[in-house]
């Protein structure tokens, strides 16, 4: 019994070890191992067995404290009662230990799982945030470049606003041209209509003047 009691101590140790401090893949195989401990019947042959050793816990404790109790009434003990005493002790300290160890190393595997989970959702967490980074800085370059097409647009729209106001003072040139052509036209063609009346006062003087002369002769 006590033999292999030290036997599952020191592989509680060793998977206790194994569980705090990571040495090459071992961590991982003790993990995988816990973890098909923990499925199917696992638990449940677990927590018989830690049962049964309670049950002998309290009973090495309960033969413990009836050999004290009779070594306090005599006033010594036995030698056999010593080391069934020493054995008992022995057995309850062992019994003791492996049940903090399995107690430890459940709870152990339980946060390193937790800390897995929490890692992957860290590492998730990070690609996700580069992609945003990502996608930011292409947004920005984005940004940028229709801030530049913006203002190309704003230049070349600035520019047709100056051709535009040449445009339109070109316009208002030529019409005031055209107007002072038209003035001009206007002037022309009323000279040429007092030109022409002056004409047919002319022809109707030089008729008269021929029409007396004819009298003057006849």
Known sequence: MIQLLFLVLIAEGIVALLLMVKIGPLRELVMKGLDQVKMGKGPATVKTIAGTMSVILLSSVTSILKIQNKGAKLGTMTPMDQVL?????????????????????DRMHHYLQKLNRLRGTAGASKEEFEKLQKERSQLKEKEEQASQEIKLLQKQISILSEDLKKLNLEAKEKDKKIETAEAHVISLQKQAADLLLEYDRLLEDNQNFQTQALGFRG
Do not use: A, C, D
């Open 85 to 105: 005493w020493r054995t008992h002790l022995l057995e309850t300290s062992l019994m003791g230990f492996s049940l903090f160890l399995g107690f430890l190393i």
